[in-house]
């Protein structure tokens, strides 16, 4: 039987689900879309909330030309499933949130609010894919279709006039408090503890930069909450990124290292002669 301490995590889920049901419908700001960017510059509306996006589609194009050529590496054939689609969500998360930004209004939220929610259920697979070392590939498709739900539950409340972000923020939160948990319990690396430690951290605070959109625009001029957002949000998932990258290359540098230099000579007594 297993210790008491590895249901932490479902135990977590099931009292942020309880607490979840137990307070209701929780409602779209009926501000939302009034951003603190009103800027057009080259005949483009929001210019530094659309072109802020640019950056995801920077991440998940690196992620994805360093990670799916190493796919079936021992270090991340469990969790690649995973990764995959928190690559696919960060990608078409540049374009929804730009195709959104460009004229904010709740039909285009759907298609921003839809790839963010996919990031987090593929990065939530992804790692435990990676703690557990057990194929993601089926709690992937599962968080998927809890992904599109979590959205088209928000988007018929919110017609209905009744809207409810309670599904959709659920599973933004659930990597905030799961991931540190799963690397804990099943002893991740130090290094790859740091890295998606700091990329949550700084999601946290994109978060809270979202919610204070005007109030930054008025204090730093050219910066608003909302552009700040992007930019953290990218700089997040650039840390997840690039800790995976570095793992993937690590058997290969370990490969280089041990093997012999062309035209170099091993002797019986394991002595190593290069010319």
């Given at each position: 039987m297993k210790p008491l301490r590895y249901y932490l995590p479902l135990l977590t889920t099931a009292i942020l689900s309880g607490a979840a049901l137990w307070h209701g419908p929780i409602a779209q700001l009926a501000n939302y879309h009034n951003f603190a960017?009103?800027?057009?510059?080259?005949g483009i509306p929001h210019f530094a909330d659309v072109l802020s996006n640019?950056?995801?589609?920077?991440?998940?194009?690196?992620?994805?030309?360093?990670?799916?050529?190493?796919?079936?590496q021992v270090v991340m054939i469990n969790a690649w499933a995973g990764y995959r689609l928190f690559?696919?969500?960060?990608?078409?998360?540049?374009?929804?949130s730009s195709y959104?930004?460009?004229?904010?209004?709740?039909?285009?939220?759907?298609?921003?609010?839809?790839?963010?929610?996919?990031?987090c259920g593929g990065l939530l697979a992804g790692v435990w894919g990676d703690t557990r070392q057990k194929s993601s590939t089926g709690l992937t498709s599962g968080l998927a279709v809890?992904?599109?739900l979590s959205v088209?539950?928000?988007?018929?409340?919110?017609?209905?006039?009744?809207?409810d972000l309670r599904p959709y923020l659920l599973l933004q939160g659930l990597p905030i408090v799961l991931i540190p948990l799963w690397q804990w319990l099943y002893d991740a690396p130090r290094t790859e503890r740091w890295a998606f430690g700091g990329a949550l951290i700084l999601y946290v605070i994109a978060k809270l930069a979202e919610l204070n959109d005007h109030e930054i625009a008025s204090t730093?001029?050219?910066?608003?909450?909302?552009?700040?957002?992007?930019?953290?949000?990218?700089?997040?998932?650039a840390s997840i990124v690039g800790c995976l990258v570095r793992r993937v290359r690590a058997p290969r540098q370990q490969s280089d290292d041990m093997s012999i230099p062309a035209g170099s000579t091993v002797s019986t007594d394991s002595d190593v002669r290069f010319p």
């Open positions: 960017d009103q800027e057009i510059v080259l640019l950056g995801f589609a920077v991440v998940a194009w690196w992620g994805w030309s360093q990670l799916a050529p190493a796919s079936g690559l696919i969500g960060l990608f078409l998360t540049a374009i929804g959104y930004h460009l004229d904010p209004d709740n039909i285009r939220l759907v298609w921003d609010r839809l790839p963010i929610t996919l990031a809890a992904a599109i088209a539950w928000w988007h018929f409340t919110e017609q209905a006039g009744v809207g730093f001029g050219i910066m608003t909450g909302h552009t700040l957002k992007h930019l953290l949000a990218t700089g997040a998932a």
